[in-house]
């Protein structure tokens, strides 16, 4: 029997690889576009300012900061707006503005003034390792190791999921298992990726099939100290045709070899090896006949 369930569905052209998808169902509209200013932002060369005065005096200025840090605006000057965070340079844009306008002074101003951002600037960003599109990427500057992925094209897959880096300035800052994520629903977190970041995806750690009576058969990745019943929990759980028991065949590489047929209860301490196949059978189903 188990020599015969070896062959059972156990194909690359019936499997999906698991979590790869992720990066490539995604809508028309940018997402990342949609994000609200972090309040650590600090404006740069690239960024689009906005400059709206009403009142008694009017005016609607956008320029874009150039590589000096500097903006121009005809009656007031250069402005350096380049390091300052949006609130401290609206106050400096006032502190300017009021020696032209003197209707924003005092305790009733007739004048009004207003420092907003439009265009942000992109940040310069490296995707090596097992991605679609390896290479430097331009990225929104809001964008954490997941955003970043999708706008450089994801991982492919014979990369890993559940090991990618962020080297900043030759130091490993951040390491990401991409199942927390998308299994598990746990938060990625706050950090966004800076200019000159790298984001590095190593080669898959394990292939694992699963398939037979599960909700999401397909093909899955471990990581070293993982169990049987980790994987299964992974993919899903069993579905409600399915056997008690569960069947794990190992290949030749595997330290530990044999074969085996374990109860749903016997999973939680059986560790998986590289190349190990899970099949979950359906449940016997005998009819009977009256002759």
Known sequence: LLQQLKFLEDSSLKMPYIG???FSRRDTIPFWQNLPLSNNYKLGPGDEVIISLWGESSSYTSETINRDGQIYIDRIGVLNLGGKSVD?????????????YSTLLGE????FIDL????????NVHFIGFVNIPGVHMIHPFSNIVMGLNQAGGINERGSLR???????????????????????????????????????????STIPVNGSIIRPGYYETK???TLDDIIRVAGGKNRFSNQNIYVFRNANSPI????ILNFNEISDFKIFNGDSIYVPKISVS?????
């Open 20 to 22: 790869y998808d992720f």
């Open 88 to 100: 401290d340079a609206k106050n400096y844009v006032v502190s300017k503005f009021s020696r032209v």
């Open 108 to 111: 009733s101003p007739k004048s």
């Open 116 to 123: 907003t951002i439009g265009e942000l600037k992109s940040v």
């Open 163 to 205: 090991y990618l880096q962020v080297i900043r300035k030759n130091k490993v800052i951040k390491e990401l298992d991409l199942y927390d994520y998308l299994f598990k629903g746990m938060s990625l977190g706050d950090m966004r990726l800076l200019d000159q970041d790298i984001v590095f995806v190593r080669s898959r750690y």
């Open 224 to 226: 070293a100290d993982e």
């Open 257 to 260: 070899e044999g074969d085996y």
């Open 287 to 291: 009819d009977k006949f009256v002759e």
